[in-house]
């Protein structure tokens, strides 16, 4: 039952090391790593040769060109031969029992995805991630709804290990340049007809950096408005009815997000990405309601109810 964990890389030689010894040193051996190198300009591409001329499961996937995080990662998902697939970020590592742990959390209880806890490594300050309210299994419909509330059954990539089918035909979105791994996650996730299962047993150090793009800066930048991108393809992807209410509550939570942060940005930022904003308006004053009503968290009930009363407050 080999296990195929796919990796981009891409400027992150201080950090490789460990990362990919914290895979060969695993307790379950049956693997192969594919390390996709996007074309950095550091020694990354050194040192991925390098570990692969010491252990035959490894393998490096040279891209000609720097492409970008969704397509390196499609490259790998193409060419990985496993039975059970996991992705990783490069600059991050596994815990010793990561495979070993996540393989028998998934075929002990005969679902399709299992989904494990996390520490994070913010410069050697390492946490583990609580979650709160968490059930062992979830059923298809169970879990839809749960991801799509934004409530445990987290968006990232990492962390999980998926049957190789339920990725058949599931893919990073390459238009994208921000979000596009919860766009890939939400898809595996509505593929995911046995259901999956959780533990918050963490196998995975999630590596915060300083100088991480997804953690450079906390103001207003023209690529969250990917986050309209996000929600279309979710919208999309989903066929079942059903989920007409979550559905709502992911939009309303995920516009009313990007929302603030719009209006703290300068007036430039404002006045340039002016139609965005009311794009994402429109849209909540069309499910606040349901977002009310349907909401699993009572933050995000809480957050609706102050929209329509401010909303309801401007029409008269």
Known sequence: MTISIVAPVYNVAPYLDQFISSITNQTYSDFELLLVTDKPTDASVEICQHYARED?????????????????????????????????????????CALQDSLNLLTDSQTDIA??????????????KRFRF?????????????????????GYPWGKLFRREVLEDVWNPEDMSYGEDGVFSY????NAERGVAFTDKPIYYYRIRRDSLT????????RDLEILKQVQYVREWTKDESFAHPLNVFE?????????KYLAADATVRNEFTEEFMTMKTACDSTWKSCLLHAKNPAFRLRALRYGLRRLESLR
């Open 252 to 260: 309303f939570i995920s516009y009313t997000g990007m929302m603030q």
């Open 215 to 222: 953690q450079h800066g906390q103001g207003f930048r023209e």
């Open 56 to 96: 035959q499961r490894i393998r490096v996937l040279e891209q000609s060109t720097n492409m970008g995080v969704a397509k390196a990662r499609n490259r790998g998902l193409q060419e990985a031969q496993g039975d059970y697939l996991m992705l990783a970020d490069s600059d991050d590592y596994l815990a010793p």
């Open 134 to 154: 968490f059930k062992g299994r979830y059923s298809h419909n169970q879990a839809v709804t749960e991801h799509l509330n934004l409530h445990t059954l987290y």
């Open 115 to 128: 989904y494990c806890g996390y520490w994070t490594d913010r410069d050697g300050d390492i946490r583990q």
């Open 187 to 190: 898809r595996a996730l509505y």
